[in-house]
Nanobody, 120 residues
Framework: QVQLVESGGGLVQAGGSLRLSCAAS????????MAWFRQAPGKEREFVAA????????FYADSVKGRFTISRDNAINTVYLQMNSLKPEDTAVYYC?????????????WGQGTQVTVSS
């Protein structure tokens, strides 16, 4: 069982940066691949980025490639999403997710989300 708690969301102007964090409980954090998703108002949840168990593999949605960076620190059971050059269309609730498989069809564990709002 893994519990995930996101933090770091907030209000930022377009062109600005934010770093999201996701803290995971448990002793087996490096058994899980991690990912970030987001859901904007009135839209379905969409994939943002994923990272393998040891951080060597990453994958990004085209919409964030070159602007966002996913990373992890297994020593403190945390995954990050560094978001640069933010745009108003990045406004959404951001969720982290965990699964034992890299890029599965469905993730087993989800956090509660953190709101990111980008003003124009």
């Amino acid at each position: 069982q893994v519990q995930l708690v996101e933090s770091g969301g907030g209000l930022v102007q377009a062109g600005g940066s934010l770093r999201l964090s996701c803290a995971a409980s448990g002793r087996t954090f490096n058994s899980y691949a991690m990912a970030w998703f987001r859901q904007a108002p009135g839209k379905e949840r969409e994939f943002v980025a994923a990272i393998g168990r040891y951080g060597t593999n990453t994958f990004y949605a085209d919409s964030v490639k070159g602007r966002f960076t996913i990373s992890r620190d297994n020593a403190i059971n945390t995954v990050y999403l560094q978001m640069n050059s933010l745009k108003p269309e990045d406004t959404a609730v951001y969720y982290c997710a965990a699964d034992k498989v890299f890029l599965p069809a469905n993730y087993d564990y989800w956090g509660q989300g953190t709101q990111v709002t980008v003003s124009s």
